[in-house]
């Protein structure tokens, strides 16, 4: 059962990863890439309570195995969404920054006494 | 026995080393081609967990399709790169940032180790179970069986998801084609893959579904193969993507979930459960709505790859 | 919603209505994505009425089981199937979320016509299968038994509710879609970690199940912080709102509805499962508390920030994010310190019936703001005189629908805030039913700061403005129908106190407006009062330029600026935790002092 | 028998092997995408072929067998198809700058 104690910490470090770049990355593209690794990362956590169930002949617990191929599909449904909102907008600004435009609201008091 | 946990180890620290390069790389197209390599190593990684249905799963949308759309975006983003500067985070906030997530990977760690040790598991159930759908692969029954209304609502998902690409098109382009590629070299090597590869590989997405009753393989995996063809037909400008507004294509797109529906709500009318299969009858009527979800999730996967309509439908 | 026999039998044919209320909107968006054309309204607008008849059916078979209907899909039981479950809560929810989807559907067949040559039209079509998506997401979201199932169904609901964002195409809404999405995605693979944990702890998903068998390890503790954190970022409460202002004032009005009323809703009421059915027994002081002071916290920073909105829609989405506050208040009332455990009682009857009331009139609210911007080209808050006059029908529903939300008797809101505060007392804890009180004032403020406009005389000054103005060119005529389906809304709200919901909610029977004539005229009117100083003090106004008023200004200046300054102050920390990078701190940081405050319970 | 086939198996893998960690160090320390290219037709080429020829004694069955030479040559043509086009971008991305 070594290998879920060495893959279950890796799992670990991926997650912690991929939260790391999601939040720091400025471009979303490098967001997108870090919530996909972040992701993996979970899978893995299934995976590793997969093989640690593994009972009555099967080599892992396959409720968790299915539950992660049902999770890549929808992980997948998200990146596309994700990236071709992307695209959209860089092709109407120009710029994929993800600053928030509407500064407006903390702006000048102009109407104020 | 000891070379067993040292490949582990090995494994681990490449995928770990690959995993920080697609964070840290400079420049987004190299962080893409790490990820894609991630994705292949963790194929690996899930084999020796003993998931191959996960390692293809893994191998296929995870590293190949979803690659393919991060390598498309990365090349179409280049021109706007070095222009982005925005919500930069200081040292100060990266370093915080650092720590907390340090901090909750390793709470996660620690909540992954403290695990009961027997694990509980539902294996000796589903192989309990699993005469009652004729199936021998424990993944297949599970997804098609005790957890159907999951599958059926991921289909239902990934429409969803095609709906929303779709609507970000540019309204004079509804109802035409996505993203044309430009045509390539007739004489081409892509031209010459696109001619020789397509019919091996919708022998083989078949072939992965057929023997995913029994063995790894199923109606993903084989879809995705089957996606990756047409897209490879599509790149080198042998065939156009359909209209998104052609009726038979939406056909296509909804047939999967729509016979799932339709089983399901049958089990009910014939006095079983919702997504309850007839006694006898489960292997095929599962084969039937397996292949089914084959065409709409392949067709669902290179149209989301494809992205939403660009031109209008006159040519 | 206990008993062996209620979690692995379904409940004979009624069950089957179960698999109906998800079917019915799913099938209808798959039929109506085949059909295209003008068709696909015509499917959607069909579907509506079946579902809310199916809705309507299982909240009338609740009560009977004495518990939950359940169905087992396929015929599986838990822990190897997946089994569909209602309870009372699921049952109003159900129905709610009907309502408001059937008047919002009526609202938006004029918005999301065909034009008449043309075959298919882009927004037509995207925005009738989301709507019918976000619905079939809603409802697994209320009856699934499952955390996978509920995971699956978060993401439906998250794929369908992005896209309405940005239906214009206009760049600050895909903006905003992009970061709504990133947002809500971080926030689902935290519950997906959450969720893997506990399979590995316990080898199921149900949540019956898990509720007989967890205690506290770490793994369940590291699950729960995980999963609430993720929840909370798709709720957008403070301080994990950044996608939540521009999201939601930016989308057409249909779509601003469905996001304001329903959406934020279903990840909340996956919180209110996990903390009061899947492991009531694990929570603490420290994290109930604080999860309530994030409340009160949304309700101060939302209402202050709406006051300072120079826009209708704004000042609506920030209203949103104070009300979502509220919504979190009954977790420090409904936790019992002398069981160790989450009571179901008169908090969470309380909570629940704020949420039903606040979908109800933020739909109406929403859907008026949108015919107030028809009619006048533009829904600057400063030059919303005279839209009394052109959509009366509108105006009202926008009024009552913040009568509604202020909790003015008898809505629903009213009920909401007697429960609550009722608890407050139970429990002694004065200092939530001071925050009770202030959110209904600070509601009261920004309402009489908008409808003092709108019935005020029209601005010479501002109507000229308003000609120079690009986005007043664009005048539009606005049907009857969409005013009477915010009216209707609106009037649903108002009357939902004069239910006796003890059938449903976990209240005694006979509990409604309880208080005599005297009590009740102070509850209407001392929230109006507070409300009307508030908004003087805090709200975005010009002195008037002549008059008596003038002087009593005047008088006031001092505190108007201290005022002034104190609403700027909130409007930089609401722009600073909106970055992203501050956001993502935030959330990793509520995620470890979660953590901390579940386990520091002895 | 059976020893002298894992000989050869072990052989031919590590002879596959040698070749794929050629060729990763020349992707690594060649200057420029041709060249870098050239290196990795290697191990794609030689080294998997050793690979599968080395796993061919271990398949069990015929049909195991084929699926391997199938994989290899499925390989073959991928990776040549790939080096061209990863060669005609270099070369068009050289001559424009």
Known sequence: MSETIVFGLCAAVVAGLGLYGAIVNPQPLRKILAFNLLGSGVFLFFGVVARRGAAAGFPGDPIPQALVITGVVVAFSATALALALLLRYFDATGSASLRDGAASNAGPESTDA | MTIVPALDLFVAGVVLIVAVWTVVARDSSSAVVGFVAYGLLLALVWVRLGAPDVALTEAAIGSGLTGALLIGAAARLRAGESSTSAEHLGGVGRTLVAALATIVAAAIAVALLSLPDPAPSLAPEAAANAGATGLGNPITNVLMAFRAMDTMLEKFVLVIALVGVWSLAPDGAWGGRPRSYHRADPEGALVFLARVLPPLGVVLGIYVLWVSADHPGGAFQGATILAAMWLVVLMAGLGDVPEVGRQQLRLMLVAGPVVFLIVGLGGLLLGGAFLSYPQDWAKPVILAIEFAMILTVAATLALLVAGPPERSAEP | ?602 | MSAVLDLVTIVAVSAGVFFFLAGTVGLLRFPDTLTRLHALTKADNLGLGLVALGLLPQAGSLQNGLKLVCVWLLVLLAGATVSQLVAQAARREGSSS
């Open chain 3, 1 to 602: 919603m206990s008993g062996p026999v209620a979690v692995l039998e379904s409940a004979g044919s009624s069950g089957a209505l179960l698999v109906l209320s998800i079917v019915v909107p799913v099938a209808a968006a798959l039929v109506a994505f085949v059909a295209g054309g003008r068709r696909t309204a015509w499917i959607a607008l069909a579907a509506l009425p079946v579902g809310l008849a199916v809705a309507v059916a299982i909240a009338a078979k609740v009560p009977q089981t004495g518990g939950a209907l359940v169905y087992l899909l396929g015929g599986w039981a838990p822990p190897l199937g997946v089994a569909l479950r209602a309870d009372g809560l699921s049952a109003v929810m159900l129905v709610v979320t009907a309502c408001v989807v059937a008047a919002i559907g009526v609202y938006a067949r004029a918005d999301f016509r065909v034009a008449a040559g043309a075959a298919e039209e882009r927004a037509p079509f995207t925005f009738w299968i989301l709507l019918l998506g976000v619905w079939g997401g809603l409802n697994t979201v209320f009856l699934a038994g499952d955390l996978f199932t509920l995971y699956v169904a978060l993401e439906i609901l998250t794929f369908a509710a992005v896209p309405l964002v940005c239906l214009d195409g206009r760049a600050e809404t895909l903006q905003a879609a992009l970061r709504y999405l990133l947002f809500a995605l971080l926030g689902s693979v935290l519950y997906l970690a959450g969720t893997t944990l506990l399979y590995g702890a316990y080898g199921t998903l149900d949540v019956v199940l898990l509720s007989r068998l967890v205690t506290a390890e770490p793994a369940v503790l590291v699950a729960g912080s995980l999963m609430t954190v993720g929840l909370l970022a798709k709720t957008a409460l403070v301080p994990l709102h950044l996608w939540l202002p521009p999201a939601h004032a930016g989308a057409p009005p249909a779509g601003s509805a469905l996001l304001s009323a329903l959406v934020v809703k279903g990840s909340f009421f996956i919180v209110v499962r996990l903390w009061f059915d899947v492991m009531p027994g694990l929570q603490s002081v420290a994290a109930t508390q604080m999860l309530s002071a994030l409340g009160a916290t949304a309700i101060l920073l939302g209402s202050v920030v709406a006051l300072r909105q120079e826009r209708l829609k704004l000042l609506i989405a920030y209203s949103t994010l104070a009300q979502i506050g509220y919504l979190f208040l009954m977790f420090a009332l409904a936790y019992d310190a002398g069981a160790a455990s989450m009571l179901k009682g008169d908090a969470l009857a309380g909570g629940m019936l704020q949420a039903m009331s606040h979908a109800a009139a933020k739909a109406a609210m929403f859907m008026a703001a949108g015919s107030i911007y028809t009619a006048l080209g533009h829904d600057r808050i400063a030059a919303l005189a005279g839209a009394g006059r052109r959509v009366p029908g509108a105006v009202a529903a926008f009024a009552l629908g913040g009568l509604a939300l202020v909790g003015l008797p008898p809505s629903g809101a009213y009920l909401a805030k007697e429960l609550l505060l009722r608890s407050a007392a139970d429990t002694g804890q004065w200092w939530w039913a001071v925050v009770i009180q202030a959110g209904g004032a600070f509601t009261c403020a920004y309402l009489l700061l908008v409808l003092a406009r709108v019935l005020g005389p029209v601005n010479r000054t501002a109507t000229a403005d308003e000609t120079t103005d690009e986005t007043a060119t664009k005048r539009g005529r606005v049907g009857w129908s969409q005013q009477a389906a915010a009216l209707a809304l609106a009037a649903c709200s108002l009357a939902l106190g004069l239910v006796d919901w003890s059938a449903w909610l976990p209240v005694p029977p006979g509990t409604r407006l309880s208080s005599s004539l005297v009590d009740t005229i102070a509850a209407a009117v001392w929230p109006v009062l507070a409300g009307g100083v508030l908004a003087v003090l805090l709200g975005r106004w010009t002195p008037p330029p002549r008059g008596r008023l003038q002087q009593a200004a005047a008088a006031l200046g001092p505190l108007r600026r201290a005022g002034v300054a104190l609403g700027a102050g909130f409007c930089r920390a609401d722009a600073f935790l909106r970055q992203w990078p501050v956001a993502g701190l935030s959330l990793l940081a509520l995620a470890i002092v979660f953590g901390a405050a579940l386990s520091a319970r002895y």
